[in-house]
């Protein structure tokens, strides 16, 4: 069964919000640090203070719910989506899937002009938002891909694309595997290369660049996705207690991971925290990090690449090549981990074109 769905936060929730961002107890900051101990005290003080008195939950609720919103149950779990027609009713499905510590809102601003070619739909992962907590074990990338399959057949689309960043584009390349005779492409603007010495193919400067920047991230894995991919539900404890708590830890992610030219907007930002802060699923949110690593199938539908400059890795097309039937690659001047937010015109364009050639 499908039901359609609407936002409507109790006002005693936005009302708890408040009074705990009134109440924050602050660390202190050594002066003139910056960035080097973490999230800058200054910046977060003025975030926390604009969420309380500036920022309107109420005015964005009101644009969220012009959307068609449903859910329907898979599995057992809650699915919230949200899905929109294409005018012409002979266009192509797609399927577009957002990652960590995004959710559906990273696609508003690419349905309009996306909606002319396709029918879009656009699904919360089990565990964020309004798809709601998870309840038990191994909802990994496999398992969502294969809700997203019967989500997809529910709905009535027999042949469709897909499309994702994060951990949405290993969920789009799992949904290529589950379903090949499906889904007719995946367009990920996100996809991990690791350095591999018995590859067997030459590499240009630049890939050889882009492979060092991997190096030092394994060599050296960021202290959040350490916490999140071994215990997730310890952090959860602190970002579902404390706003602040939960406002830096994914303020930091923004700023660290869009381009400094394409920055997104706090009003945005806000939003897609907030949605983790009134659904409380920071921990069921993460557990994903800790089920991810499971093998994956191979994806043997064509695959669209799109490499965004201030990501925090990019693709080195060789090595993409001995594992995907790549039939589209764009390197975008501008953008970051977060494409379809940060530079949506050339997201929108890219997708279009990759699936253009599909049809």
Known sequence: MITPFHIDIPQADLDDLNDRLARTRW????????????????????????????????????????????????EGQRIHFVHVRSDNPDALALILTHGWPGSFLEFLDVIEPLRRDFHLVIPSI???GFSGP??????????????????????????????GGDFGSGISLALGAIAPEQVVGVHVNYLPTRPDPDAG?????????????VRQLMANRPAYQALLATTPQTIGYALTDSPVGQLAWI????AQWTDPRT?????????????????????????????????????????????LP??????????????????????????????????PDLFAADVREFFGRLA
């Not at 003139?32 to 975030?47: A, D």
């Not at 998870?134 to 499309?163: F, K, N, P, S």
């Not at 009003?267 to 699923?281: E, G, K, N, P, V």
Request: with cysteine; proline share 6%.
């Open 27 to 74: 660390p202190n900051e050594v002066a003139g640090t910056g960035s080097h101990y973490g999230f800058p005290l200054e910046r977060l003080k003025t975030l926390a203070e604009y969420w309380r008195t500036g920022y309107d939950w109420r005015e964005h609720e009101a644009g969220l719910n012009e959307l068609p919103h449903f859910t329907t149950e898979i």
């Open 126 to 128: 089990p565990g964020y």
């Open 134 to 163: 998870t309840h038990e074990r191994g909802w990994d990338i496999v398992r969502v891909a294969r809700a997203w399959a019967e989500l997809m057949r529910r709905l009535g689309y027999g042949r469709y694309g897909a499309q």
């Open 201 to 213: 193919v030459v590499l240009s400067a630049s890939d050889e660049a882009r492979l060092d920047k």
């Open 251 to 254: 303020a930091e992610r923004f």
């Open 263 to 307: 920055p997104v907007g706090d009003d945005r930002m806000l939003t897609d925290i907030s949605l983790y802060w009134l659904t409380a699923t920071a921990a069921s949110s993460a557990r994903l990090h800790r089920d991810a690593p499971r093998g994956i199938p191979a994806c043997p539908v064509p695959v669209g690449v799109a490499v």
């Open 310 to 343: 201030h990501d925090i890795t990019q693709s080195v097309r060789p090595l993409a090549e001995r594992l995907y039937d790549i039939r589209h690659w764009s390197e975008f001047e501008r953008g970051g981990h977060f494409a379809a937010m940060e530079v």
